[in-house]
């Protein structure tokens, strides 16, 4: 006999956790697998920014914005320390040839209802004293949210439980279990399960699992690497980007005044490798210290290359991160589409499968993913469009070898 439930989802990321926990909420039978423990993937690796500064208008920040409007009351819900921190976002630079192309970003913010204003050095520094008397100014977003990225998961987890769910870690989907053209279950390393609805919410390993049925998602890997240091006195209680990470998002190249060669940094040219220059503080008071960026493959492994790049840049741009101590590096997966935004719909051409993966800033997608999913199981109105993150629309592609949010 095979075990049954309504709904089984793959993956114990934020995007399944946040999943099982809407279910659980309308009462929703449901189960859900993960393979090695909660936030074992991008999520458990990342910086924990739920970043609104440069998200695109449209469906892009109405995902985000979903889950940050109502963020104190749905961790209040969640009944977890989450280190939430809603404190907002800088971009620091340090180059006067930058300064007309931040002024223009804040404004162009403003102008689609994105608050944001542009601080002076001084000011800066009053927010994060880390920053040094190098930097000239910062864009600031006081939407810019911290979470602690593997409690953001343990928390959808823990309430997900608390209202019913199963949650079972250590247990691997091996294939996605087809009858014709229905999805009727999954066979694990731990037997079979039978389920009406099978939600494939395993970020970048969505792809191999879908393949298992014969089915294609247009889902690629970029690396992102990560150092972290020893503890330090806790005073960073923003996130912040410096302005290179600015090139990696279209919002920023699409202003008139951006010109590219004056955010390149000389050391990404000698590494050949990007840098989303970005840091956060822990509680603990770790900074973690991002983020190499590159497209190897499925590689999960940091390489010294990317450790220098993070290393020679911090150095150079933050002089105090000098006397900070190594604690560990490491690299994740993030998964990602050509146009950035996730898949979150009903698999075309099979019944009986949602698929709900392919998010490149899952701490603020992934919970309003997960709500998605869960009207899409009960039939309940959506919280914002559908539409958008449809698995049949135009311009996807099933190969993809570098990526510009
Ligand atoms: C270094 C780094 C920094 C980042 N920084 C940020 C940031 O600051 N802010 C932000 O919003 N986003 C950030 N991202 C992106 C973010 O981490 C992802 O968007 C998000 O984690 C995707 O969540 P997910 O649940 O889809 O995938 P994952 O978190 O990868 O979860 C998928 C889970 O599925 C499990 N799984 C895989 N195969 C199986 C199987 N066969 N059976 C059962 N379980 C399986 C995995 O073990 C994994 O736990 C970053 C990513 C990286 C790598």
Redesign the pocket.
Known sequence: MREKTDVLI???????AATAYHLARQGVPTVL????TL?????G???????VHTRKVGPELDLVMATRTGIDQLVGELDADVELQTNGGLVFFQDERQAPVMRELVEQRNANGVPMTLLSGDEARELVPLLPPAVLGATYCPLDTQVEPTLWVQAFAGAARRLGAQIREGV??ERLLREGDRIVGVATDAGEIEARDVVL?????APE?AATAGLELPIHPMR?Q?VQTLPMPRETRHIVYGSNALKQYSTFQDLPSFDDSLFVNEVEWRHDMLLLEGLSQKADGSYLL??AMDYPGFVWDADLRGVSLINEVFMEHIPRLREAGFAKAWA????FTVDNLPIVDRMPGVDGLIVA?G??????S?PTSGQLVASMVTGEAPVISLEPFRAARDGLQLTADSSVW
Do not use: D, K, M
């Not at 793959?10 to 399944?16: A, D, T």
């Not at 697998?33 to 090695?36: G, K, P, Q, T, V």
């Not at 919410?201 to 390993?205: K, P, Q, R, V, Y």
């Not at 994740?332 to 998964?335: F, N, Q, S, V, Y």
């Open positions: 793959v993956g114990g990321g934020i995007v399944g697998l993960e393979a090695e936030a074992w993937g991008a999520t690796r990342n910086l924990g920014f739920i970043w691997r989907v919410a395993a970020g970048g390993w699992l992102l990560i991002g983020c994740g997966i993030l998964p993966a998010h490149v800033f899952g701490n603020g992934g």
